[in-house]
């Protein structure tokens, strides 16, 4: 079971090796994790993932390999089929790990090492889910005495597993541009001043002033000329966005190269009462929409970055997001935005010969009064035609 877990990993190109799988056994046998899911899920990322930038990766590689299995004792079941797993080693591992299980003992004590993990971890959890269903008979009484709780009355809902939780990783915003013309589109969204000390050479005065003191050099300074457009831009990540990570990530570095006064925010399919700075901390760290439209003045430039692709419900109705209850429609916010700023756009990295088969584009279009543009180079000129006008 672990070994496929391991090859499961390699496919979704989490870099996991023979030691991070032995240190995870090792963890096991001192039951660090024991019949629960979301233990095991915690144990396994902590031993086989040495960065976070890869626990996307993982969380997406994890829920692919256990779709279907909800309780450990499912989990336990899976069987290693022998053969398969002899014709994975030899193409996949490297050099190192395979001496790395001849060091164990070859190939064969390497399996029933693992085998015989299984039928301890088996009879555990059997007995582990015997007590889980005595006490489950025991407190029936009390769970049926229950009145209304969360969103909704009746059956209590089922959490979501930790590992579908996805831990969205942050833009990078050292990534290099794929093309410099994307650079230069959003150039057009400028408006120079000189602010600031005077920190660069005025070459044009310390000549004339040289010049005017019969040749004895006169420095001259002045302050920076600096682009003094503000800009908020707000980035749909996960989901959907999966699929236009590179292309954002591209245009999320180059606002931060073009735009001196720029806050950058994320959210999830659509506007709504709370945004986040930090994709590892977008449930404990929202910043209060409010919050947005308070501190910052109408002169700035507002651009959201996202395919508004979704079910409509999530954008005209309370409650349609997908991770929380919102006790407002999205449309409602999104409206304020285009109430108090002007200048605002919303750029889709999606074909735009595609937006007239999804309903949701067709309502974030009529939210934004058409102002939305493809994620192209001329999508880009265009909408920063917009903005600076």
Known sequence: M??????????????????????????????LAFANMDDFYLLSRTCLVKDEKNYDKFDRAFGAYFKGLDDFQGLLQALIPDQWLRHEIEDLLSEEDLKLIDSLGGLEAFIAKLQKQLEEERKAAEEAERQRQQQDREGKGDQEGRGEGGRGKGKK???????????????????????RNIKMALRRLRKFARTGADDELDIDKTIKSTANNGGLLDIQMRPQRRNTVKVLTFFDIGGSMDAHVKISEELFSATKTEFKH????????????????????RMSERIPTWEILNKFAGDYRIVFIGDATMAPYEITHAGGSVEHWNEEPGAMWLSRFTT???KLVWINPTPQETWEYSSSVGITQELVEGRMYPLTIRGLEDAMGVLSK
Not at 5 to 15: D, E, G, S
Not at 157 to 179: F, H, I, M, P, S
Not at 264 to 278: A, C, L, P, R
Request: charged share 30%; hydrophobic share 35%; net charge positive.
């Open 2 to 31: 672990l070994i496929n877990l391991f090859f499961t990993l390699r496919k979704y190109q989490v870099p996991v090796t023979i030691r991070e799988l032995m240190d995870l056994l090792g963890a096991l046998q001192h039951r």
């Open 157 to 179: 809902r089922k959490g979501r597993r930790a590992w579908d939780q996805r831990q969205y990783k942050n833009l990078d915003d050292g990534v290099e541009l794929g093309t």
């Open 262 to 281: 720029l806050g950058s925010y994320y959210f999830h399919n659509f506007i709504y009462e709370s945004v986040w700075q930090d994709n590892k901390r």
């Open 340 to 342: 108090l700023y002007d």
